[in-house]
C-alpha cells in the first residue's frame, strides 16, 4: 500500500503544469496517500498552483550560480548541499517515487533515494540509465524520430507515471483574481476591455515570432476588435515589448506588463484574457490550465505534436517547410520559418473564431500550402489530438504519425484505450487531409513494406538465436562456449543491420529504434536471463514489425477504396456532360 | 717529494681522478707542516693546528674511544687534517669502506707530501674539495655516521654546515613531491636534455611539467623568412619571444611550480625571467652548450638566480663578472630508462651493426677527419652531412630526424662508438676541449664501448683506460680502432666499467638531486612553507575542509598526492570502476551534473 509518493519535477514552469494530469491521475489512485513535490527554487512560488500536493520541497542548485571560485572549495559546497537534500529526502521514507524530471541528475538522485518503487526515467547501481516503463521507453526514441511522433509529451509523461491523461485534464488551482489583479485596475478595465495576451518572448530566441509581426497583428486586433492588449513576459524580454510599443499606432492600448507581474499575477492576468497569442512558452501552458483560448505560434524546434496546449479549442500556427521542426542542438543561420506566418492569416482565424465561437477555416488561410494551422481536440479515442484546419496534401509522414499512435498504443501498453478500429484510421485522415494522392503514396508504403518484412526475417533469425543461446545456457555444456561466442557475434551483426534498415527508412525507425532501447536496458549479467530478454526483444520487433506492417495495409486499401469511391462518384454517367443535350 | 710522488703513484691506482687533480692543483701554501712533541707531522693553519701539538695518536685514540658502529652504518669522517683519527677509525673497523670528507685541498697536498698513504688505501675513500651538493647526489648518506674532526671543523665549519644542511635537503626532497615546470628550448641538442630531465623529475616522485616551446619552432624559423629586412626580423623576433615569455609564464601561473628550470636555448628573455620571479621562486637555468659557441649566456646569465654550466674555470669566473648568480659546474648524463642495453632484432642487426658507429651531426672537424676511417666498415648517422661527399655517403639516415630509440639500437650495435666532439674550426681534437658530451655518458649506459676525444673534465668523471678509452689525435684514435677492433674482449670490460660508474655516478637522475639539492639549500624554509600550504594538495585542503573521518574525507582519501585533481578526476575514476555505485559516488556524479549546468 503506498503512503507516501515523492515527485521529482525539477524541471521549468510549463513542465510543472503538463505534470498536473499525472499528479491528479496519482491522486486519484492513491487518494490517501501524502504527495510531495520536490521542484526547483526558481518555481517555488509557481508550484504552490499545482493541486494535489500535500508538500513541496524546494531543490535549490541556483544559489551557487556566479559564486566565486577562487577558493576551488565550490564543488564541496554542492556536494554538501546534495547529501544534506538527499538526506532529508531518505529520512521521510517514500515509498513510491515519480521522475518527471529527464536528467541525468535526477536519475543519479532516484538511484541514491534507492526508493524501490519508481515510475519515470531511473539509474540502476552502477550509475546507467534505464527505463523500464515502456512509455520513458518511448520517450527516449522519440527525439530522434519527431516527424512520426502522435503524442503530446504530456500523454507520454502522464502514462509513463502509470496514470490515464484522457481522465485528467491539466489543471491549476486558482486564487482569489480580482484580490490579485486590483494592482493593475488603472490600466485595465476589466469588465469592458476585450483583453488579449500577448507573450512575445520565449526561452529560446529562435523560436520568437518578430516584434513586427507582433505589433501589427495587435494593431489590427486594436482595430478590428477594440481590443485590449497586454504584453506578458519576464523582465529580461522588456526589450521585444518596447519593440512592439515602438512599431504599434495604437501605444495607448497596449500595456507593457513584461517584467511587473509575479507568477500569481501573471496566472490571473492570463485567465482574464479572452485570447493569449504566445510562442511556445510556459505562459502557454498556463493558459491551457487555467481555460483560456490560445493561439500558438510554433517556430524552429517547437513542435506542435510534442507540446501544444493540452487541452481543446486551442489553435496553432506552424510552417509547413521541409525543415521545420527543426532538431534540438542545432542552430539555424537562415531562419525562415518565422516569416511563413502573417500577421493576417492569424487575425482572419482570430476575427472568425471571435464571431462564431469556433475555429474553423477561414477563406484566407485555404490556399496556405507553406502553413500548418492545427487545433486541439478531443478525439474519439478521448485523447487529445491536432486537427489540421487546412486540407493539406496527405503524405507519407502523416500516414505514418497517424499508423504510430495505434500502434504504439496497442504495444506501449496501457488498457484504458480500446483498439480502435483500423477504419477509424482511415476516416482521420480522409477528413483532415487530401487524400488523391494515394496511388502514389501507396507505392511508397509498399516498399516500407517490404524492409518490415525484411525486418520480420531478421526478427526471426535473432528468435532463433536466442533460442539457441538458452539452450546452450541452461545446459552448461562446455562445448558450446565456442558456439555461444559466435551466437554473440552473430547477434551483433544482426543488430546491426536491424539497425540500418531503420537507417535507410526512417519511417520504421522508430521500431528499430525502441527494439534498440529495450535492449540497453537489459540488467545484470546472468546469460539466462540476458537471452530470455534477448528473446523478448525480437519476439516483439516481429510482433510490432507485423502489426505494423497490417496496419498501412489496411490504411492504404481503405483509402484507395475511399479515393476511388470518390473519383467514381466525380465521374458517375449522370455528371457527364452528353453533347448536344 | 719522494713521499708525494709515492703516494701519488698509490693514489692513481686507488682515486685515478683525485690523483690527476691533486698533481695538477697550484700549491696555495696555507698549510704549514710542523712537528709534534712525539715526532708526528701535524698540520697547521694559521694559528690553527688540526691536530695535537705533543701526541696526536693518543689524541686520536681518545677522539675516537666513543664512535661506534653498527653493521648497517657507514662511517663518514668530516675533516682529514693528517688522518690520525682516521687511522684510528680503520683500527677499530678494518673491513668498512670510510668516507673522508676534507674541503681544502692544500690540506690533502700537504697530508700527500707528509703522510704515508698506505695504511689508508683501500679503506678509505677521499672526497677532497667537492661541493656538498655533488657529494650528496653521488653517494646515499641514509647510513652515514658521522665522525666530526673538530679542528677541521673550526677551520672549515661554512662548508661542514653547509654538507649538513645539503643532507637535510636532500633528505626532505626524497620524502616530498616537488612541482617543477621545465621550459623546453625551441629545437637543438638540448631538447632531448630537458626531455630527459622531465621524465628524470619524476621519476624520482616530483611533479615536473614542461612548457613545449618546440611546438612554436616553426614559428620562430618562419621569421627569418618572412622579411629579409633586418631590422623588421629583428622587431618580430622580440615580439615572437615576448609573446613566448607570456606563454610561459600563463603556464607558470597555472602550474604554481616549486622550481622554474630552463634549458639552453629556451625562449626567456630577461623580461620573461623577471616576471616569472613573482611567482617567488627559484628560477634555474642549465646550459648545456659550449659558451664560446653559444654567447646568449651573457644576456640572461644575471637574471637567473642559478645557473648551471657543462664548463668551469674560465666560463665561472666570466659569469660571475657579469652578476651570475650562483653559477654551478653540472655536467650532462644518461637516462638510464631511454639509454640502456636492448636486445636487438635480426632487422636491427642488419641495420645497425657495423665496426664503426657514428651518431651525430656534421661539424666541421668530424666531416675533415672521418675520412681517416673510409677503410673500415663504418656507418654514420645524423644531420647537417654533406651526403654527396666521401663522408656522406656513409650517412645511413641521408640527414633525417633519428628517433630515439633508434640512437639506442645504435649505441647498441656498433663495435666501436665514435665520440668525437664537435668542432667548428679544428681538424680533428680540440687540445683544450674541456665539457662532456650527454652522447658519452649515453654510449656507455647502453653497453657500448666508445673511442672518445680527451677532455679535461673527463677525467673526474671516468677512468681512462678503465671505464672508457680516450684519444688525443687522430692518428692516435686510427691506432686504437685498429687495436680495439682486434681486442674486443677488452674492449668489452671497458665498457661494462663504463656502464658501472654511469650509472652509478652519471645518471639525469643524479643531476637532477644534485642540482635541487644546490638549488634549495638556500630556500628549504620557503620550500617547506610552500610545501607544507593546505593549497599545496588540493585533495588534502579538501579533506581538511570536509573532516578526515566524514565519508567524504574517507573516499577522498584515495586521490591524495594525485598530480591534477578536480571533479572530473572523481567522474572518470568512477567511470572506470566496477559495481555499484556508493553513495558517496553518487553524490560526485550528481555534483558533476550540477557544476556542469548550473555554474
Not at chain 1, 490571473?268 to 491551457?288: E, F, W
Not at chain 1, 539452450?471 to 565456442?482: E, V
Not at chain 1, 537471452?531 to 498501412?552: A, H, P, T
Not at chain 2, 667548428?424 to 664501448?449: Q, Y
Request: aromatic share 10%.
Amino acid at each position: 500500500m503506498v503512503k507516501n509518493i515523492l515527485i521529482l519535477n525539477m524541471t521549468r514552469m510549463g513542465d510543472l503544469v503538463q505534470s498536473t494530469p499525472a499528479i491528479a491521475g496519482l491522486r486519484k489512485e492513491y487518494p490517501n496517500a501524502s504527495i510531495t513535490l520536490v521542484v526547483s527554487s526558481l518555481f517555488d512560488e509557481f508550484s504552490k498552483k499545482i493541486p494535489f500536493i500535500n508538500k513541496r520541497v524546494v531543490f535549490d542548485i541556483k544559489q551557487f550560480e556566479n559564486r566565486e571560485v577562487k577558493n576551488k572549495i565550490l564543488w564541496i559546497d554542492i556536494y554538501q548541499y546534495l547529501e544534506k537534500f538527499l538526506s532529508n529526502l531518505k529520512f521521510d521514507d517514500y515509498d513510491l517515487l515519480i521522475n518527471l524530471s529527464h536528467s541525468k541528475l535526477s536519475a543519479f538522485m532516484i538511484s541514491y533515494l534507492k526508493i524501490k518503487n519508481i515510475r519515470g526515467f531511473g539509474c540502476n547501481e552502477n550509475g546507467d540509465r534505464i527505463m523500464v516503463n515502456p512509455w520513458m521507453q518511448y520517450f527516449g526514441i522519440e527525439p530522434l524520430n519527431r516527424q512520426f511522433n502522435p503524442f503530446n509529451l504530456v500523454e507520454i509523461f502522464t502514462r509513463s507515471a502509470g496514470v490515464f491523461p484522457e481522465d485528467n485534464p491539466i489543471q491549476l488551482l486558482s486564487d482569489d483574481n480580482k484580490l490579485i489583479l486590483k494592482k493593475f485596475e488603472n490600466d485595465i478595465n476589466y469588465d469592458d476591455d476585450l483583453l488579449i495576451g500577448i507573450q512575445a518572448g520565449s526561452s529560446l530566441e529562435g523560436r520568437r515570432w518578430s516584434p513586427q509581426n507582433f505589433a501589427i497583428l495587435a494593431d489590427k486586433l486594436i482595430e478590428k476588435l477594440d481590443a485590449k492588449i497586454i504584453l506578458l513576459g519576464v523582465d529580461s524580454e522588456k526589450n521585444i515589448a518596447e519593440q512592439i510599443i515602438l512599431i504599434s499606432k495604437y501605444k495607448n492600448k497596449i500595456i507593457d506588463l513584461t517584467g511587473r507581474t509575479n507568477i500569481d499575477q501573471l496566472t490571473a492576468l492570463v485567465s482574464r484574457c479572452s485570447y493569449l497569442i504566445t510562442n511556445d512558452t510556459g505562459t502557454m501552458h498556463i493558459a491551457a490550465a487555467v481555460g483560456t483560448t490560445i493561439v500558438g505560434l510554433f517556430f524552429a524546434h517547437a513542435h506542435p505534436f510534442e507540446t501544444a496546449p493540452y487541452s481543446s479549442g486551442h489553435i496553432i500556427f506552424q510552417a509547413r517547410i521541409s525543415c521545420a521542426p527543426c532538431s534540438y542542438g542545432v542552430t539555424c543561420d537562415n531562419v525562415i520559418c518565422v516569416n511563413k506566418v502573417h500577421p493576417k492569416h492569424v487575425m482572419s482565424m482570430i476575427l472568425s473564431h471571435y464571431k462564431y465561437g469556433a475555429w474553423c477555416a477561414v477563406p484566407e488561410i485555404s490556399n496556405l500550402n507553406e502553413v500548418n494551422i492545427y487545433e486541439t481536440c478531443v478525439g474519439k479515442d478521448w485523447r487529445l489530438r491536432l486537427r489540421p484546419l487546412i486540407k493539406n496534401s496527405l503524405t507519407l509522414n502523416d500516414i505514418f504519425r497517424e499508423a504510430y499512435l495505434m500502434h504504439w498504443m496497442v504495444f506501449l501498453g496501457t488498457t484504458k484505450i480500446n483498439k480502435s478500429s483500423q477504419s477509424h484510421v482511415k476516416d482521420i485522415l480522409l477528413k483532415e487531409y487530401d487524400c488523391r494522392n494515394i496511388l502514389t503514396l501507396s507505392k511508397q508504403v509498399e516498399v516500407k513494406a517490404c524492409a518490415l518484412r525484411d525486418l520480420d526475417n531478421l526478427a526471426s533469425r535473432g528468435i532463433s538465436y536466442a533460442n539457441d543461446l538458452i539452450d546452450m545456457c541452461l545446459n552448461k555444456i562446455s562445448t558450446h562456449i565456442i558456439r555461444i561466442k559466435f551466437l554473440s557475434e552473430e547477434i551483433e551483426v544482426l543488430d546491426n543491420k536491424i539497425s540500418q534498415i531503420g537507417f535507410i527508412h526512417p519511417e520504421i525507425k522508430p521500431v528499430v529504434d525502441i527494439f534498440a532501447k529495450r535492449k540497453e536496458n537489459f540488467q545484470g549479467d546472468d546469460p539466462i536471463k540476458l537471452s530470455k530478454e534477448s528473446l523478448k526483444c525480437y519476439r516483439q520487433l516481429k510482433e510490432e514489425g507485423n502489426y505494423l506492417e497490417n496496419l498501412l495495409a489496411s490504411i492504404t486499401s481503405d483509402l484507395k477504396i475511399a479515393n476511388a469511391d470518390n473519383f467514381h462518384a466525380a465521374v458517375n454517367s449522370i455528371n457527364v456532360e452528353v453533347p448536344g443535350r | 717529494m719522494q713521499l708525494f710522488n709515492k703516494n701519488l703513484d698509490l693514489l692513481r691506482s686507488h682515486q685515478p681522478a683525485l690523483a690527476n687533480r691533486v698533481e695538477r692543483e697550484p700549491r696555495q701554501n696555507i698549510v704549514r707542516t710542523k712537528i709534534s712533541k712525539d715526532g708526528n707531522p701535524i698540520p697547521q693553519i694559521g694559528s690553527v693546528s688540526l691536530h695535537s701539538n705533543y701526541n696526536p695518536t693518543k689524541e686520536a685514540e681518545n677522539g675516537v674511544s666513543g664512535y661506534c658502529l653498527d653493521n648497517t652504518q657507514k662511517p663518514v669522517i668530516y675533516g682529514l687534517g693528517f688522518g690520525y683519527h682516521v687511522l684510528e677509525v680503520i683500527k677499530r673497523y678494518p673491513s668498512k669502506e670510510i668516507l673522508v670528507i676534507e674541503p681544502l685541498i692544500s690540506i690533502f697536498q700537504s697530508f700527500m707530501e707528509s703522510v704515508d698513504l698506505e695504511p689508508f688505501v683501500p679503506n678509505i675513500k677521499f672526497i677532497i674539495s667537492t661541493p656538498p651538493p655533488k657529494i650528496i647526489a653521488s653517494n646515499e648518506t641514509s647510513n652515514w655516521k658521522k665522525f666530526q674532526h673538530n679542528p677541521s671543523k673550526r677551520i672549515s665549519d661554512d662548508y661542514f654546515n653547509k654538507l649538513d644542511n645539503a643532507i637535510e635537503v636532500s633528505n626532505y626532497l626524497k620524502n616530498n613531491k616537488l612541482r617543477i615546470l621545465i621550459v623546453n628550448p625551441y629545437y637543438g641538442g638540448s631538447l632531448p636534455t630537458a626531455n630527459y630531465c622531465k621524465q628524470a623529475l619524476n621519476t624520482m616522485g616530483h611533479h615536473a611539467e614542461s612548457v613545449d616551446c618546440e611546438n612554436f619552432a616553426d614559428g620562430f624559423f618562419s621569421i627569418k623568412k618572412i622579411t629579409r629586412n633586418t631590422t623588421n626580423e629583428n622587431l618580430l623576433a622580440s615580439q615572437y619571444a615576448r609573446f613566448m615569455g607570456q606563454y610561459i609564464a600563463a603556464k607558470a601561473a597555472d602550474f604554481k611550480p616549486d622550481l622554474v628550470l630552463s634549458i639552453a636555448q629556451a625562449p626567456l628573455t630577461p623580461e620573461s625571467i623577471s616576471n616569472l620571479k613573482k611567482l617567488n621562486v627559484p628560477i634555474a637555468f642549465w646550459f648545456v652548450e659550449d659558451f664560446r659557441t653559444i654567447k646568449y649566456w651573457k644576456d640572461v646569465a644575471p637574471f637567473y638566480d642559478y645557473f648551471f654550466t657543462l664548463q668551469r674555470g674560465k666560463f665561472t669566473e666570466e659569469l660571475l663578472s657579469i652578476g651570475a648568480k650562483n653559477p654551478y659546474y653540472l655536467p650532462q648524463g644518461c637516462l638510464p630508462s631511454v639509454h640502456k642495453e636492448i636486445n636487438l632484432s635480426l632487422d636491427d642487426l642488419n641495420q645497425y651493426s657495423t665496426d664503426i658507429s657514428f651518431m651525430g651531426a656534421g661539424y666541421y672537424n668530424r666531416v675533415q677527419s672521418f675520412t681517416r676511417l673510409l677503410n673500415h666498415n663504418f656507418k654514420i648517422w645524423g644531420t647537417e652531412w654533406s651526403l654527396n661527399s666521401q663522408v656522406g655517403s656513409l650517412v645511413q639516415n641521408k640527414n633525417q630526424r633519428i628517433d630515439p630509440i633508434d640512437i639506442v639500437k645504435i649505441y647498441n650495435a656498433g663495435k666501436i662508438n665514435l665520440n668525437l666532439h664537435s668542432s667548428k674550426f679544428h681538424e680533428g681534437v680540440n687540445p683544450v676541449g674541456d665539457f662532456v658530451n650527454p652522447r658519452t655518458f649515453e654510449i656507455a649506459a647502453c653497453g657500448g664501448f666508445q673511442l672518445v676525444d680527451e677532455r679535461s673534465e673527463l677525467v673526474e668523471l671516468m677512468e681512462p683506460g678503465a671505464e672508457v678509452v680516450t684519444f688525443n689525435s687522430i692518428d692516435n684514435l686510427c691506432e686504437k680502432v685498429d687495436y680495439y677492433l682486434n681486442n674486443e674482449n677488452e674492449a668489452r670490460l671497458i665498457a661494462l666499467n663504463g656502464k658501472k660508474r654511469v650509472l652509478n655516478e652519471h645518471t639525469i637522475q643524479h643531476r637532477m638531486h644534485e642540482m635541487l639539492v644546490h638549488i634549495f639549500m638556500d630556500n628549504l624554509n620557503s620550500l617547506k612553507d610552500r610545501i607544507d600550504s593546505p593549497y599545496r594538495d588540493s585533495v588534502s585542503f579538501y579533506i581538511d575542509k570536509v573532516g578526515e573521518s566524514s565519508k567524504l574525507g574517507l573516499y577522498l582519501d584515495q586521490f591524495r598526492g594525485l598530480k591534477e585533481f578536480s571533479v572530473k578526476t572523481m567522474v572518470d575514476c568512477i567511470a572506470e570502476g566496477k559495481g555499484d555505485l556508493s553513495d558517496e559516488e553518487l553524490l560526485v556524479l550528481m555534483t558533476d551534473q550540477v557544476v556542469k549546468s548550473e555554474v
